[in-house]
Nanobody, 127 residues
Framework: QVQLVESGGGLVQPGGSLTLSCAASSRFDFYVIAWFRQAPGKEREAVAA????????YYADFVRGRFTISRDNVNKMSSLQMNSLEAEDTGVYYC?????????????????????WGQGIQVTVSS
């Protein structure tokens, strides 16, 4: 079992930056780590993921160039650096872990395939 806890959310103005962190309760170096988000009235969508074995990184088109995902296996942390934030980035952001043995490039966006989830943290982009 891995427990995930997100932090760093809040209110930010359009064009601003925010960094989300995800802390794991135990080793997670063999999991794919991903960030998802869910806006009110919308389905949960994949934002970014970072593989375990080679550190390959994947981004949704709508955040590429603005967001940066990273992981620190020693300290059992993942971060999502978010720059140039837009109102459309508003939502609850979730950290997820899973994907042992996956074809990561094909599976990373599939929420149901992840084994562990954080409780989510609110990000609001508004002036």
């Amino acid at each position: 079992q891995v427990q995930l806890v997100e932090s760093g959310g809040g209110l930010v103005q359009p064009g601003g930056s925010l960094t989300l962190s995800c802390a794991a309760s135990s080793r997670f170096d063999f999991y794919v780590i991903a960030w998802f988000r869910q806006a009110p009235g919308k389905e949960r969508e994949a934002v970014a993921a970072i593989a375990s074995h080679d550190g390959s990184i994947y981004y949704a088109d709508f955040v590429r160039g603005r967001f940066t995902i990273s992981r620190d296996n020693v300290n059992k942390m993942s971060s999502l650096q978010m720059n140039s934030l837009e109102a459309e980035d508003t939502g609850v952001y979730y950290c997820a872990a899973g994907g042992v043995g996956w074809p990561v490039a094909r599976m990373w966006t599939v929420a149901n395939e992840y084994d562990y989830w954080g409780q989510g943290i609110q990000v609001t982009v508004s002036s």
